[in-house]
């Protein structure tokens, strides 16, 4: 039976979905609100054809305006509307519905039904932190659009399209140049494995055998470089731009200096497994990973000095950035303040949770990549959450992405409850971002409302 009857099915209780979220969005908050307030005057320069105006708080690339001048000159609408740029990223949401499909298509199990794949895809689609930024003017959705496309084209071995769509990326937002590294490192593993006659991606080359293999220098070689050749130009121009901008971050440098952040890491796997609680704990449960521990006295022991060694690093390069601690808009701000802050132990004393969520994530992807796949998105991950000084969940979305899509397909039980899971924490936070607005002293009479 053809899955495509249940994707359009899918397909349209999003679209449904998202078109009413916005109209509600766009009713209730028809000025630009946080970060659109630097967004969309830079847009309505560009709809207006002043390409030399740029607000140096701005730290992205103009990828979101350029993009907005399609429509706006296809309509013949300048300066452009707040409702009309938003639509912008509504647009590219359903197109992001459409790559995160064949992504799913594409890693689903033999064994996968074509409900379950539509399931599945419906609920990435409506990922919490994705799905709220599409009705916003935000970079979020086009800069996760490029890089899932770019990945989907590697796929295909389409790879001179998945380079141009990792260029592209980068105009939304510069870390992605860490992806398209990664997309170009994953196609040209899957070639050199193929070459191997390695069919199972989880039974895949060691670190010696790549580099014993790269090491000969033959035709086989050649032709991998050639592969990587346009991935290796998007990188190449990265470098120039780094060269010519002395640094990675546009506009004001002063907020977004770079650290030495490793416990991101540690927020980003306790994230990961909370936020898709229902279909990775179900799989590997905490009650699984204390009897693994109990089991042998090693493997306890090893978890004890596991956590010695992260909580050293959490003594050590913890970071409280001005603005987590500064802006109560932001469900971060609550998290630090009444969970970490509540006492100093805390930080360390949910350690063991940070090792669960490490492993329950290994769990639910060791059958699918080698573990020389994992160690290259760890290493990405790190290359982009590590030099954060700030804690947003947003930053947290590519390596999610990257990392689900590659996760054993989970049965039909588990992905219903976590569409339920999804549609319940979707239909939460728009409700207080709608319903709870509240005033700040120093700015009297102007609503702020929480939201990711």
């Known amino acids: 039976m053809s899955r495509l009857p249940f994707a359009v099915a899918a397909f349209g209780v999003y679209a449904a979905a998202s078109l009413a979220l916005l109209r509600h969005i766009n009713l209730a908050v028809p000025e630009p609100y946080m ?14 054809g002043l390409f030399r105006e740029w607000d140096p708080k701005l730290t992205t690339p103009p990828g979101l305006y350029l993009v907005s001048l399609v429509p706006a000159w296809m309509l013949g609408v300048s300066p452009c509307s707040v409702e009309m740029l938003r639509t912008t990223n509504w647009v590219l949401g359903l197109a992001l519905f459409w790559t995160m499909r064949f992504l799913v298509t594409r890693h ?42 770019a990945y989907a084209l590697s796929l295909q071995e389409r790879h001179a399209l998945a380079g141009l769509a990792g260029f592209v990326s980068l105009w939304f937002r510069q870390t992605n140049v860490v992806w398209v590294a990664f997309v170009g490192f994953s196609a040209a593993l899957t070639s050199i494995q193929r070459k191997h006659g390695i069919a199972d991606s989880n039974r895949g080359l060691s670190l010696v055998q790549l580099l014993k293999w790269l090491l000969r220098f033959d035709g086989h070689v050649l032709s991998i470089l050639l592969l990587l050749t346009p991935y290796l130009a998007v990188v190449g121009l990265f ?22 952040h490793l416990p991101q890491m540690f927020y980003f796997c306790s994230y990961v497994v909370g936020i898709s609680a229902p279909s990775i704990v179900l799989s590997a449960s905490p009650l699984r990973f204390v009897r693994r521990l109990t089991s042998r006295p090693r493997r306890f022991i090893l978890e004890i000095a596991l956590c010695a060694i992260m909580m050293a690093i959490i003594r050590r390069f913890t970071i409280e950035h001005p603005f987590l601690l500064s802006d109560n808009r932001h469900y971060p701000f609550y998290i630090w303040k009444n969970i970490y802050r509540r006492h100093w132990a805390v930080r360390y004393a949910v350690t063991p949770l940070y090792t669960y969520a490490a492993w329950a994530m290994y769990q639910c992807i060791k059958l699918r990549q080698s573990t020389l796949w994992l160690l290259a998105l760890t290493a990405c991950t790190m290359a982009v959450l590590v030099p954060s000084p700030l804690l ?4 947290f979305t590519a390596p999610y992405f990257f ?8 049965s039909t039980r588990s992905t219903v409850l976590e569409l339920a899971w999804f549609v319940v924490v979707n239909a939460l936070t728009v409700w207080i971002f709608l319903n709870k607005p509240f005033t700040w002293d120093s700015e009297p009479g102007r609503l702020q409302r929480f939201m990711w």
């Open 35 to 48: 970060d659109e307030i630097f967004h969309i005057p830079q847009a309505q320069r560009y709809c207006a």
């Open 108 to 149: 689903s199990q033999p064994q996968a039904t074509a409900l379950n794949s539509a399931l599945l895809t419906l609920v990435l689609a409506l990922f919490p932190v994705t799905f709220f930024l599409n009705h916003l003017y935000y970079t979020d959705t086009g800069s996760l659009l490029f890089v899932l496309l």
């Open 239 to 260: 470098a120039v731009f780094l060269y010519a901008n002395q640094g990675i971050v546009l506009g004001d440098k002063s907020h977004h200096a770079a650290g030495v």
């Open 392 to 395: 947003e969940f947003r930053y």
């Open 403 to 410: 990392f689900r899509l590659n996760c054993s397909q989970p």
